[in-house]
């Protein structure tokens, strides 16, 4: 079955303690994208990657890393999380910013 | 301004009617335009892509594309009250490789 799977589903930490969202994709997409979606903006894009090692700020990057050593994992990564970091997170991916893409389940995180 | 706009609603529509949704972007270099449904709490699923001018009709769905106006919108005929979510206009522009999504527009089908 052709999936995007993100972890934690649900993380609540405190400011400042580092935390790494994982995202895998088994459709052998190049395109992996994550966004943030909050209440009344919609989703924004973070980050982004064409291929492996190729990586991209979206609209939103200030306080995310993201890396891409393989093809089909995209980890997102918040070295020092703060309260304006408490969103709902989509990792998703496609072949090609033309074509559709399929979203992971969510990572809804709550930084205190 | 944003680059792609929708109105957030929610549009109240009764059961068996039709719902358009509306969507207007600003790049005009987008090449890719898609609809997604989100459930409250769930992931985007896709329901329409369109690339050129015109519709295209898939089931009870219509997605319909002017790219001279910068347009693109969603008919949903025979709306059923499991249709009730938060429609999201997503535009793709080729060049930049980057997807913009508008903020949804909440539709309630009332039985």
């Known amino acids: 079955e052709a999936q995007v799977t993100q972890n934690p589903r649900y993380l609540i930490t405190v400011t400042g303690k580092k935390l790494t969202v994982t995202c895998s994709q088994n459709m052998n997409h190049e395109y992996m994208s994550w966004y943030r979606q909050d209440p009344g903006l919609g989703l924004r894009q973070i980050y982004y990657s064409m291929n492996v090692e190729v990586t991209d700020k979206g609209d939103v990057p200030e306080g995310y890393k993201v890396s891409r050593k393989e093809k089909r994992n995209f980890p997102l990564i918040l070295e020092s999380p703060s309260p304006n970091q408490t969103s709902l997170y989509f990792c998703?991916?496609?072949?090609?910013?033309?074509?559709?893409?399929?979203f992971g389940d969510g990572t809804r995180l709550s930084i205190l | 301004q944003k680059e792609v706009e929708q109105n957030s609603g929610p549009l109240s529509v009764p059961e068996g009617a039709i719902a358009s949704l509306n969507c207007t972007y600003s790049d005009r270099v987008s090449q890719s335009f898609f609809w997604y449904r989100q459930y409250s709490g769930k992931s985007p699923e896709l329901i329409m892509s369109?690339?050129?001018?015109g519709d295209k009709e898939d089931g009870r769905f219509t997605a319909q594309l002017n790219k001279a106006s910068q347009y693109v919108s969603l008919l949903i005929r025979d709306s059923q009250p499991s249709d009730s979510a938060t429609y999201l206009c997503a535009v793709g522009v080729y060049n930049f490789n980057k997807f913009y999504f508008g903020s949804g527009t909440k539709l309630n089908v009332k039985p």
């Open positions: 369109i690339y050129s001018n």
């Open positions: 998703a991916s496609t072949a090609g910013s033309n074509q559709p893409q399929h």
